[in-house]
Nanobody, 115 residues
Framework: QVHLVESGGGLVRPGGSLRLSCAAS????????MTWYRQAEGKEREMVAR????????QYSDPVKGRFTISRDNAKKMVYLQMNDLKVEDSAMYYC????????WGQGTQVTVSS
């Protein structure tokens, strides 16, 4: 059974940093693309960052490019999102996703950026 568990969210001041983690289980982690999404209150869920099975291949949405870094540890079955220079508009619930036969999502971790 596919299971994704996000952690690492919290309250941080503008300009601060957080590192989100997503623990995966129930599938061959190293064979799948992993993606971070976020959903702010009242807004649609949007892709934030994606990492391919070749770990040097990554994609970022324009709002986070240069500030966020996605990485993965295949041995630990973990995917990370290092978020630097956080802005108020980064506040959202953050989710990780994997697509096997269907989309699988974690429960999310809340990030709040506020002074």
């Amino acid at each position: 059974q596919v299971h994704l568990v996000e952690s690492g969210g919290g309250l941080v001041r503008p300009g601060g940093s957080l590192r989100l983690s997503c623990a995966a289980s129930g599938f061959s982690f190293e064979d799948y693309v992993m993606t971070w999404y976020r959903q702010a209150e009242g807004k649609e869920r949007e892709m934030v960052a994606r990492i391919f099975t070749v770990q040097t291949m990554t994609q970022y949405s324009d709002p986070v490019k240069g500030r966020f870094t996605i990485s993965r540890d295949n041995a630990k079955k973990m995917v990370y999102l290092q978020m630097n220079d956080l802005k108020v508009e980064d506040s959202a619930m953050y989710y990780c996703k994997v697509v096997l036969n269907k989309e699988h999502w974690g429960q999310g971790t809340q990030v709040t950026v506020s002074s």
